[in-house]
């Protein structure tokens, strides 16, 4: 069982309860150590809330007294804050977990590019929707051939949270309303677009043009629309939205082929739709004769009850634990399901292009 600190992830955060959750789920990682939050008050109840002992009210105190006693180190804050933690980790060649998406901007990214070696630093970064077990099915049939070859990839995340926040957190925190060259709304929540798309089709964009829109009260960018183009003439596209009423997380992932196409919702995790080419539609879900079947970890309980959000995130952290034990051992740890520093890079670098063709109004080449 490998041996986490947190930094971040109070109990009053909405990353916190589910990364403690999904990271002890199955008896892979066990949270010893912790700066919850920069309040003492919050930061003592957290500690007692997860039965954390080892628990200091500064990073650098934490890091020095326990960097013997800790695996690796989950970064759980703020997004702006996130540079310059990942700075200092990786300075004390500690293991990092971080939370999607790794920085706020293009030059934090190179700046951290100029330091990080993968031979010798361990960095991933968590975007749990991929550890859905219809989605790394699709991944499969993708590969498969099944759909033939793909030719359209659409993701929409619309959310409605700048309209009609949730109840049960404080919403919007004051750093999602920070207005940066990449909108936050673009590294919430298009972060996660470009994973799920390279995590399904393994290809990056070639082109891309973009365009933002303000709706809100808030006089930031909450609506994000963006076209992709990639090679072998396949297309794609991307709409993130915090204004869209009706939606309270609406992830929807499309993928057309020339042979069959398949349709996974979030808010209906278990069932993954496709259409043939010959006009039949199917539904499959856990209970049918899939791929991911034999895997324990899809089957914590039988089909038909639903596994959903920690469960996924769980399915990664196991996977993040493989990856950590690889990298002990001084072994390559890269796999299928756990993305590190170059897929992040990448993800900013697309949401850097997508404002500079949102201000130049026109496509913007990807290198």
């Known amino acids: ?7 971040g992830g109070s109990i009053d955060s909405i990353a916190g309860y589910p990364h403690f959750i999904a990271s002890q789920m199955d ?11 920069t309040n003492k008050d919050i930061n003592q109840k957290s500690a007692r809330m997860w039965q954390v002992k080892n628990y200091y009210d500064d990073i650098d105190t934490m890091l020095t007294e326990q960097k013997k006693n800790i695996d690796a180190v989950v970064i759980l804050t703020p997004t702006p804050l996130h540079a310059k933690i990942i700075h200092k980790l990786l ?9 999607k998406p790794l920085v ?11 330091v990080f070696d993968s031979k010798k630093h361990f960095l991933v970064v968590t975007n749990n929707y991929s550890g859905y077990p219809m989605v790394r099915e699709l991944k499969h049939k993708i590969a498969a051939g099944e759909l033939g070859e793909v030719i359209n990839i659409r993701l929409k995340m619309p959310q409605e949270s700048f309209l009609r926040p949730p109840k049960s957190v404080k919403y919007p925190q004051k750093w999602r309303l920070e207005e940066n060259y990449i909108p936050m709304i673009s590294l919430d929540l298009g972060s996660h677009l470009h994973h799920l798309a390279y995590f399904l089709i393994n290809k990056e964009p070639k082109e891309l ?9 808030y006089n930031v960018v909450d609506d994000v629309n963006i076209l992709l183009e990639y090679a072998d003439n396949l297309s794609g596209s991307m709409w993130l939205s915090k204004t869209a009423l009706g939606s ?12 069959a196409s398949a ?19 199917t539904i499959i879900d856990r209970g049918s004769d899939i791929e991911m079947q034999p895997n324990p970890l899809y089957n914590r309980m039988t089909p038909g009850h639903p596994a959903g959000f920690i469960e996924s995130f769980a399915n990664l952290y196991n996977d993040i634990a493989n990856a950590l ?14 993305y590190g520093f170059q897929h992040a890079f990448n993800g900013i670098k697309l949401l850097h292009a997508a404002s500079d063709s949102n201000i130049k109004k026109t496509y913007i080449t990807l290198h």
């Open 248 to 259: 309270r997380n609406g992830l929807h992932v499309e993928v057309y082929g020339t042979k």
């Open 263 to 281: 349709s996974w919702h979030q808010e209906n995790p278990e069932q993954l739709e496709f259409s043939y080419n010959n006009g039949q539609k």
């Open 1 to 7: 069982m490998y041996k986490l600190a947190f930094i």
């Open 325 to 338: 034990e690889k990298f002990y051992k001084q072994e390559p740890y890269t796999n299928q399901y756990v």
């Open 104 to 114: 706020s901007s293009l030059h934090e990214a190179k700046e951290i590019e100029k």
């Open 91 to 99: 300075k004390l060649n500690i293991a990092i977990i971080c939370e």
């Open 27 to 37: 008896k892979r990682f066990e949270v010893v150590a912790g700066v919850f939050s």
């Open 209 to 217: 043009f973009a365009n933002y829109h303000k709706f809100s009260k």
